[in-house]
Nanobody, 127 residues
């Protein structure tokens, strides 16, 4: 069973940058997708970015395209999310998650298809 531990959350000014990390252990070779999700106060959890672990294809929510970059270091079993040009609307708890495939392309950012989750890391962006 995969265990995921996020780190890197912080409080930053709008326009700033952060890099989140997610250390994976008990990682199974059958895990097909890993991703970042976020949940703002009073809102539902939403998909931010995901990566296909076996081929490297990446997927982004429209709200973060061009600002966030997801990457995976297989040697370190670590998932990253580089965030630049942060906005107040990016304030949320960010979660790392993984799932075993296959997953239809239309669902790669769907919270419901991910079955292993980290505890989350807080990102606060002040304007």
């Amino acid at each position: 069973q995969a265990q995921l531990v996020e780190s890197g959350g912080d409080s930053v000014q709008a326009g700033g940058s952060l890099r989140l990390s997610c250390a994976a252990s008990g990682y199974t070779t059958s895990s097909a997708y890993m991703g970042w999700f976020r949940q703002a106060p009073g809102k539902e959890r939403e998909g931010v970015a995901t990566i296909y672990t076996r081929g490297g294809a990446t997927y982004y929510a429209d709200s973060v395209k061009g600002r966030f970059t997801i990457s995976l270091d297989n040697a370190k079993n670590t998932l990253y999310l580089q965030m630049v040009s942060l906005k107040a609307g990016d304030t949320a708890i960010y979660y790392c998650a993984t799932t075993e495939g296959p997953v239809p392309a239309i669902q790669v950012l769907d919270v419901a298809v991910y079955n292993y989750w980290g505890q989350g890391t807080q990102v606060t962006v002040s304007s």
